[in-house]
């Protein structure tokens, strides 16, 4: 079956996990990307853990590996003329260029936008940057804590009498690829009906400040700052009244009284937890569980302990009540709804070899998601590209390494 | 100026967070999209009135209304009665894309699932989002984003290192869902370009999340290993951490990435003692001694204003930001220069008047997007859509409105107020702080400024 964005063309000069996923996601629709790595060591995702089997090797970070499938990869010097030579050819036939440099870095070295357009006015050129390529914060340091911190979300997570929390992987690195992707193939459509390229100036710590579309409203509608969590903790949470995360005999669920998109009685719930004791008008609504937060944490929390977590799980959701399941990466690997789905997929690779693949997440049926490329060796087609695409010869490619071009 | 999906009509038969948003960056990007509203179904349950006050249209004068529905269009249709159905068919054949959020099989009991509609547009692109997807054991379960975060392995890795999981944000996995979806709608878009062939899109916000989670799923695969609760802490770097400022309840981060900003980082505090003991000198050993590590830390820190020493420690090129509460990142100079909440105004008849809304985290050189409208009433565009659009008579028209098929109010207008009054909000801690004068603050045009309780 054919993919999405067969014979797109797209050139990559990022690392790390932004900007790598969104590639990763263009790729994984079809695009042919060609990543561009510095003769250094490459991708600063290649020194991240973890690694396969846990040994450290350039070829072997599996952060690297899931970011990376789907694409080519050369080596570049960009501060060498040779290095920018090549690169100017291959921007000259490319529609995409996606890249997380320092703002100004690529002006420095005569790559631009104004200077990009005038190489090829078709490309889209996907700048991911912490705080954007504009605004007093521009030059500062970012990193996913960072984002979390300036973009209102910490804030308002975490206990009551603790520090404000993050999440524990880097999700805000991940949305800023993602954001990246949707919003390059917007452009990529704008270019098929018009002919025309453009920039896209993407702050990483404007993706997570997105995330928070309700509590911005509370203080732009009626003057309220959200909080980490109430007092009286337990758990009941921000007002919804019993949707914390909580223990029962055999790791963590998030109960609630919610069924659709509606709340649920108290009355059926405590029936469907075989408990119907614990049935209380105090617990009736959400702003009665709020306020009767600790009394309700002392009548429900011994009853989960009777649960186990998978059996709360299905018994709750085929009952229709919004319930969520704490999973492991373990959990994960084994899910059951994920392998009937077809989730999971194999591919070799020349040094890690066979391994399972975590796949589609995008649910195409016409042209669907597809694994045709394992992540590329450092460099490994410096020759397909150079050669093969750009017509140097096996002795020139001896004489750019020479030249710590390539 | 142009915009990048203009000339492209979507059908948004969708209901909550993560989509209703999506659809609505499709409209600022400018997509014309219709919502596909229910004048039968009750109001979205987390309202946020004005000043607390549920008015005459709360339904509608509400701030998540007003952010997920801005810039579209509004046909209020009844789909329990055939003439309803037979309008969505109608509209369907004049369409690109259809994106519904229904659990599996409730589309076809209306004959609006895909397969239906492909037979009348065979190119249309047909989106339905459910929580883990059409096929599987799990396919009827209900999936909301919330809980989303905790199914899909982010939690295993998110709360205190010495406490059990946590959520962070309310609704983050909302917007995770809905960039996806635009992603995935725009890649057929592409595809239906280059071929002409439509396709059905089966999304599943479990995958979506789990997309997210690669590398913790391949450590599992490669090495047995699962995540655990990592606070704010990083796997290798120290500092790495949340400190207590001088004001009650102010924090910053602080990380450093390398020696060299380490050592700036000593400059700043002054170069005391502890830092030259042999735990703190290198940042493996840092790493290894963090909980004294984050202790010294913060007591350096808890003498400065959060936002000073954020610029101060950001001038010398360490990696610090002040965590900002939702009344500073509105007041943020870096989010205010780059226009990240867009300022709407509001029908003088509504209570709303001027207000912020969070527009989008990038920006396009030649096809700047904005909000352009505030979200419309329900039914507000019933008789465009159905005369201008779809070409059908007046009489037609008020029939349809006589048998209920169209509406423009809801059937249930009983206000979900679920807010206590902010006082005993305060008290309780469900927020940290209340401004009476938050409209001067946010110098918001105002006519009928009113005292709450």
């Known amino acids: 079956m054919d993919t999405a964005l067969d014979g797109l063309r797209v050139i990559d000069l990022t690392s790390g996990i932004a900007g790598p996923l969104c590639t990763k996601m263009l790729g994984d629709i079809g695009a042919n990307v060609i990543k561009i790595e510095n003769p250094r060591g490459g991708d600063d995702s290649r020194n991240t853990g973890p690694f396969f089997k846990d040994d450290p090797h350039l070829e072997k970070s599996l952060l690297f590996f899931y970011l990376n499938c789907n694409k080519k990869s050369i080596t570049l010097e960009l501060q060498t003329s040779n290095g920018k030579k090549i690169l100017n050819q291959l921007l000259k036939n490319a529609d995409v260029l996606v890249e997380n440099y320092s703002p100004g870095y690529l002006e420095q070295l005569g790559f631009g936008y104004e200077e990009i357009r005038k190489i090829n006015p078709g490309l889209v050129m996907t700048s991911i940057t912490p705080f954007g390529q504009t605004g007093p914060y521009r030059d500062y340091q970012g990193s996913d804590l960072i984002y979390y911190a300036m973009s209102g979300i910490q804030y308002a997570s975490g206990a009551y009498d603790k520090e404000p929390l993050k999440h524990g992987h880097p999700q805000s690195l991940y949305m800023a690829g993602l954001s990246a992707g949707y919003a390059t193939l917007a452009a990529v459509y704008f270019k098929l009906m018009s002919g025309t390229g453009q920039h896209i100036d993407l702050s990483i710590m404007e993706v997570i400040a997105s995330h928070y579309i309700d509590t911005t409203l509370r203080y732009s509608y009626a003057g309220l700052i959200e909080s980490r969590a109430p007092k009286q903790n337990g758990g009941s949470f921000k007002g919804t009244g019993f949707d914390g995360i909580v223990p029962v005999s055999d790791g963590y669920i998030s109960p609630t009284i919610q069924r659709g998109r509606q709340q649920g009685k108290f009355s059926d719930f405590s029936k469907f937890l075989g408990a119907p004791e614990i049935n209380n008008p105090k617990f009736e609504s959400k702003d009665l569980r709020n306020l009767h937060a600790t009394e309700l944490d002392e009548a429900i929390l011994p009853v989960l302990k009777t649960w186990k977590k998978m059996d709360y799980f299905e018994a709750a959701a085929e009952d229709g009540w919004i319930v969520g399941l704490v999973q492991t990466s373990e959990e994960l690997t084994n899910s059951a709804q994920l392998h009937e789905r077809g989730y999971f997929v194999e591919i070799e690779h020349p040094i890690i070899g066979k391994i399972k693949y975590p796949g589609d997440y995008l649910g195409l049926t016409g042209s669907p998601w597809s694994l045709r490329l394992p992540a590329p060796l450092l460099g490994q087609h410096n020759e397909e590209i150079l050669c093969d695409q750009l017509g140097y010869s096996r002795k020139d490619l001896v004489r750019l390494r020479g030249l710590g071009a390539i | ?453």
């Not at chain 2, 099989?105 to 004959?111: E, P, T, V, Y």
């Not at chain 2, 096929?135 to 010495?162: A, N, V």
């Not at chain 2, 057929?188 to 999304?203: C, E, F």
């Not at chain 2, 509460?325 to 870096?334: C, E, F, V, Y």
């Open chain 2, 1 to 453: 100026m142009p915009l990048p999906l203009e000339g492209l009509r979507i059908l948004d038969s969708t209901t909550m967070i993560a989509m209703p948003y999506a659809m609505a960056l499709m409209a600022d990007m400018g997509a014309e999209v219709i919502k596909i509203d229910n004048h039968t179904s009750p109001p979205f349950p987390a309202a946020i009135h004005p000043d607390l006050t549920p008015g005459t249209k709360h339904w509608e004068w509400e701030g998540s209304h007003q952010t997920l529905h801005r810039n579209k269009l509004d046909i209020s249709l009844n789909l329990k009665l055939p003439e309803a159905v037979s309008i969505f068919k109608d509209l369907v054949k004049v369409s690109d894309i259809v994106v519904e959020n229904n659990r599996p099989d409730s589309m076809k009991r209306l004959g609006l699932d895909y397969e239906t509609l492909q037979k009348i547009k065979p190119d249309i692109i047909y989106l339905s989002n459910t929580g883990f997807g059409h096929s599987g054991p799990w396919k009827s379960f209900p999936g909301i984003g919330r809980m989303m975060e905790l199914t899909c392995g982010l939690s295993q890795f998110t709360g205190y290192h010495d406490e059990g999981p946590r959520r962070v944000g309310y609704a983050f996995f909302d917007p995770h869902v809905g960039w996806t979806s635009i992603f995935a709608i725009l890649a057929a878009l592409l595809y239906r370009h280059r071929t002409g062939k439509g396709q059905w899109i089966d999304l599943s916000m479990y995958q979506i999340g789990t997309a997210c989670m690669g590398d913790a799923i391949l450590d599992f695969i490669a090495n047995q290993r699962n995540g655990k609760p990592m606070g704010n802490r990083h796997s290798y770097l120290a500092p790495h951490g949340v400190y207590p400022c001088k004001k009650d309840n102010t924090w910053i981060a602080i990380t450093t990435l390398n020696d060299s900003q380490w050592k700036s980082l000593c400059v700043e505090m002054g170069n005391p003692t502890w830092t030259k003991r042999k735990e703190f000198t290198d940042n493996y050993h840092r790493w290894n001694n963090q909980d004294e590590l984050d202790k010294l830390i913060g007591e350096w820190t808890k003498d400065f204003a959060d936002l000073e020493l954020m610029h101060k420690l950001q001038s010398r090129g360490i990696t610090a930001a002040a965590v900002l509460n939702s009344k500073q990142i509105l007041l943020n100079p870096q989010v205010k220069e780059r226009g990240l909440f867009e300022r709407v105004s509001h029908p003088p008849d509504s209570d709303l008047g001027e207000k912020l809304y969070i527009g989008r985290p990038w920006k396009m050189s030649l096809t700047p997007c904005s909000i352009r409208k505030p979200a419309p009433g329900m039914g507000e565009h019933n008789n465009y859509i159905v005369k201008d659009i779809l070409g059908r008579s007046e009489e037609e028209l008020t029939r349809l409105y006589k048998i209920g098929a169209l509406g423009t109010k809801p059937l249930d207008q009983k206000p979900r107020v679920n807010n206590l009054p902010w006082k005993q909000q305060l008290d309780l801690g469900i927020i940290a702080g209340y401004d009476p004068d938050y409209k001067d603050v946010l110098n918001l045009k105002d006519n009928n400024q009113k005292e709450i309780t």
